[in-house]
């Protein structure tokens, strides 16, 4: 349950501006200084607020590495990565993911839907942390490919 509590912002009015300020937030320092407003108003952060706080990171790493949307639901992870044809399957991010899914064994495979759109499914990803630890490997082969290249 990711989350702005009822019980942490009794107000539905500031919980709904709440949502729609980390929505538009684009950086780590942008949303620390939205972290520590809320603790300053409304004291420590709940657990359910702190995993929201992953999202925009999530966000930001799955834009970086070309994905078109991320779903964290039910145990799974889905990346939706481009159209077929999009020029991303001939850049290094696609590679970098397709060289990674082995590690991952059975708890990782690539679908394609009826309408032929692909996607990423990872099991047994329960968390939003957990999420981000294998995005952040992604980005940072990205990064470290980028660099050696």
Not at 38 to 66: E, I
Not at 105 to 112: A, D, L, N, Y
Not at 124 to 146: G, M, P
Request: net charge positive; proline share 5%; aromatic share 8%.
């Amino acid at each position: 349950d990711l989350s702005l509590p009822h019980e942490y912002i009794p107000q539905d009015s500031e919980r709904i501006l709440l949502y729609r300020e980390l929505d538009e937030l684009e950086s780590d320092l942008e949303l620390q200084r939205f972290a520590d407003n809320l603790k300053d108003r409304f004291g420590q952060l709940p657990t359910q607020t702190k995993g929201l706080l992953m999202v925009p990171r999530l966000r930001r790493l799955a834009s970086h590495l070309g994905i078109d949307k991320l779903s964290l639901r039910r145990g799974q992870m889905v990346l939706y990565l481009p159209p077929s044809g999009s020029t991303y399957y001939q850049g290094r991010a696609f590679g970098i993911l397709l060289e990674s899914i082995p590690s991952y064994g059975k708890s990782c495979e690539v679908r394609e839907s009826r309408e032929g759109r692909r996607s990423v499914r990872w099991s047994n990803v329960t968390s939003v942390y957990q999420a981000h630890k294998i995005l952040s490997e992604l980005y940072k082969k990205l990064f470290t490919s980028k660099a050696s290249a």
